[in-house]
C-alpha cells in the first residue's frame, strides 16, 4: 500500500470538508481513523424512488496513487445495472489519475439514479420489500451499538491487490434449512478474523461474494445478515446487521449473537418465501436457523 505524506493527507481531508460541507446529513463518517465514509445518494429530495449508498475507504496513497476502496450498496443494484455503473465509476477514476473524485462519483451516481427515475423502469425494491409487516417489529430491538450504515448484501469494491490482507477465504458452513408453509429457511456460517478495523469490509465482502456464487443462496427473497468481530487494532468489537427486505430480521440476528456473546463470525439466514404469511413465526425460524448453526 503506496505510503502516506503530508500532501496527500491535507488533500483528503480538504475533499472530505468539501463533500460534508455539500451533502449535509447524507453524508456519515464510519470510522475517522480508518477514513471510512458513507454517503446516501437519491433521485431527488422530495419522495425519492431511488437511493443508493455509497461507501468509500481512503487509503494513504489516495488520491495521487491509490484510488478509494469502494461499495455500492442498494438492493436492486445487480446485473446489467451493477456493471454499467461500475465502468463509469472506473472510467471517472482513470480519467482524473491523481485528482480528487469523490464529488464526480457522487453526481455520476445520481444522474444514473435520475434517468431511472424518468425512465420507464419500474420502482426498485419490489422483491425485496418484506411481504410481512408487524406492527411492533424492531421495536424492542433496539441494539445500543453504532452501526455502519445501511449496506447490502450485494456489494461491488474497486481495490488494488495490496488492499487485501494475505490469507486464504475462511470455509462457510451450511445449517440444516427448516420449511414452514412452504417458506425454507437456511443459515450459513463463516469465521471472520481480522487484526485491523480497515480490513473489516473487505473480509465480509469476500465472504458473501463467495457465498453468492451458490445461485440459489443468490435467488433467496431474503438474505438477512449479521456479524459481530472483534477488532484488535481498536480493541473493540465492530458488528453490523442487515434485513434485506425481511424488517428487523437483521437486527433480532445480531441481537441474539450479543446474548450468545459470539464474535468473529458472519451469519447469513437465507429465505425462501413460499407464498403463504408466516407472522412472527418466520423470526423465530430465522433465529432457531441461526442458532442451531452458532452451536454446531
Known amino acids: 500500500m503506496a505510503a502516506s505524506d503530508p500532501g496527500r493527507a491535507q488533500q483528503q481531508i480538504d475533499e472530505i470538508e468539501a463533500l460534508s460541507s455539500i451533502y449535509g446529513e447524507d453524508w456519515c463518517v464510519v470510522d475517522e ?29 489516495y488520491p495521487t496513487a491509490e484510488p478509494p476502496i469502494y461499495q455500492l450498496n442498494a438492493p436492486w443494484l445487480r446485473g446489467q445495472d451493477y456493471m454499467e455503473l461500475a465502468n463509469s465509476l472506473e472510467e471517472i477514476y482513470v480519467q482524473n489519475l491523481g485528482e480528487s473524485i469523490l464529488y464526480l462519483w457522487v453526481e455520476k451516481i445520481r444522474e444514473v439514479l435520475v434517468e431511472k427515475a424518468q425512465s420507464s423502469d419500474p420502482e426498485p425494491d419490489i422483491k425485496k420489500t418484506s411481504e410481512e409487516v408487524d406492527e411492533d417489529d424492531g421495536e424492542d430491538f433496539l441494539l445500543d451499538y453504532e452501526p455502519i450504515p445501511e449496506d447490502s448484501i450485494k456489494m461491488l469494491t474497486y481495490m488494488t491487490s495490496e488492499s487485501q490482507e494475505d490469507e486464504e477465504l475462511p470455509s462457510i458452513h451450511h445449517g440444516n434449512p427448516i420449511t414452514d408453509r412452504r417458506s425454507t429457511f437456511q443459515a450459513h456460517l463463516a469465521p471472520v478474523v481480522t487484526t485491523r478495523s480497515f480490513f473489516l469490509f473487505l473480509k465480509v465482502k469476500r465472504v458473501l461474494e463467495k457465498l453468492y456464487e451458490n445461485k440459489k443462496i443468490a435467488s433467496a427473497t431474503h438474505n438477512i445478515y449479521a456479524y459481530r468481530i472483534y477488532c484488535e487494532d481498536k480493541q473493540t468489537f465492530l458488528q453490523d446487521c442487515e434485513d434485506d427486505g425481511e424488517t428487523a430480521a ?33 423470526f423465530k425460524h430465522i433465529n432457531n436457523c441461526a442458532r442451531n448453526i452458532l452451536v454446531e
Not at 465514509?37 to 468509500?56: A, E, N
Not at 445480531?254 to 412472527?280: A, D, E, F, K, T
Open 33 to 61: 481513523d480508518e477514513k471510512i465514509y458513507c454517503i446516501k445518494i437519491s433521485d431527488c429530495l422530495d419522495q425519492p424512488k431511488w437511493t443508493l449508498c455509497l461507501q468509500v475507504i481512503l487509503p494513504p496513497g
Open 250 to 282: 437483521g437486527g433480532r440476528l445480531l441481537h441474539l449473537m450479543q446474548i450468545l456473546n459470539v464474535h468473529n463470525v458472519l451469519v447469513v439466514v437465507s429465505r425462501w418465501y413460499g407464498g403463504i404469511l408466516l407472522g412472527p413465526d418466520r
